[in-house]
């Protein structure tokens, strides 16, 4: 098919403006490797896993200029299993984000299935393992509160070093809003090598006769070149019971290349004591600016009938211990 001049110059032009109008970027991370993991009632168990590091996925972001500063921005991402194909989250389609929301001086304002301020700050500022990745991750011990379906969430401009994320997520249930919502927020400061943040959460129950509450404070400091990283947290209610959780780490790079540290401990303070703390270490080899390897070791002493396992970034995890080795490969 021949093409004139003229009709390549306006589809050149429309192009031109649909892109300059919305930007739609498609991304991923694929992540695969080996597990061993012991300690278990049934033994130890060695398996391919996917998702260790971090969860394998695919997604769709996209923000479009309305003008005067305000902007439509959207993401939904869709987990997989690496090893098997299936789908993850459950099979739930777009299972690890689905939101659309307005952006703009304000600050920004999205709906949908979404990530909790709790969990984002104990994965971005108080745990070197980012809360669910790898063996050593501090959700083995720590509530994580990961997601909210239905949730709306404002997330404020930074001013002077301050911001405010604040979330609610109702139940829907006909005849009373208390039972099965969530409830969120959390205030932090940047500045210089510091970063700190306070977090609560709040979970009512169907029925709302419960209520589980988890307050996080969480720091880093950057010492050139190491990073430093510590985590308090305070649990009321039936989750993780009357508990307090705390992490110690370190993030240590040796040029491209990183060493993780990092200590956990969970004491329980109910009558059965179910203490139990954790240590972990990994190292990640940066091979390109998409891909590095990693590996990784964690052991949990488990008290007095505790039973917390060591997991990764998408399993729980079946023994007190675990090994990882794996490939993750961002795109």
């Known amino acids: 098919m021949n093409k004139s001049p003229f009709g390549l110059a306006v589809l050149a032009l429309f192009s031109t403006g649909a892109l300059a109008q919305a930007n739609v970027s498609v991304y991923g991370i694929v992540d695969a490797g080996v597990v061993r993991e012991s300690g278990g009632p049934a033994g130890p168990v060695t398996n391919i896993s996917s998702g260790i590091a971090s969860g394998s996925r695919l997604g769709f972001k996209g923000k479009e200029d309305l003008g005067g500063g305000l902007a439509a921005v959207f993401q939904i991402e869709s987990g997989f299993n690496a090893d098997t194909g299936a789908s993850g989250q459950g099979g739930v389609l777009f299972g690890r984000q689905a939101f659309v929301g307005l952006s703009g001086k304000f600050g920004a304002v999205t709906l949908g299935r979404q990530y909790t301020p709790y969990y984002k700050t104990l994965r971005d500022i108080g745990d070197p393992f980012g809360a669910v990745s790898l063996a050593g991750r501090s959700g083995n011990l720590f509530a994580t509160n990961t997601r909210a379906n239905n949730m709306v969430e404002y997330v404020s401009p930074a001013l002077a070093g301050v911001r405010v994320d604040l979330a609610y997520a109702p139940g829907e249930v006909a005849g009373d809003s208390t039972r099965s919502r969530q409830l969120g927020g959390s205030v932090g400061y940047a500045g210089g090598p510091l970063t700190i943040q306070l977090a609560h959460h709040r979970i009512e129950n169907a029925t709302a006769t419960d209520t589980t509450r988890n307050t996080l404070v969480s720091a880093h400091y950057k010492f050139k070149p190491v990073t430093v990283y510590a985590s308090y947290a305070l649990n009321k ?95």
Not at 268 to 290: C, F, P
Not at 291 to 320: C, L, P, Q, S
Request: proline share 2%.
């Open 237 to 331: 209610g039936p989750g993780l019971a009357d508990s307090k959780d705390m992490l110690a780490g370190v993030a240590v790079p040796f040029g491209a290349n990183k060493l993780l540290l990092s200590h956990v401990r969970h004491d329980d303070e109910t009558a059965a004591n179910n203490d139990a703390s954790q240590w972990g270490i990994a190292y990640h080899v940066q091979l390109s600016k998409r891909t590095d390897i990693y590996a990784a070791y964690a052991v949990i002493d488990n008290r007095n009938g505790a039973a917390f396992k060591v997991g990764n970034a998408t399993d729980t995890g079946t023994g007190d211990k675990a090994f990882n080795l794996g490939v993750r490969h961002n795109f």
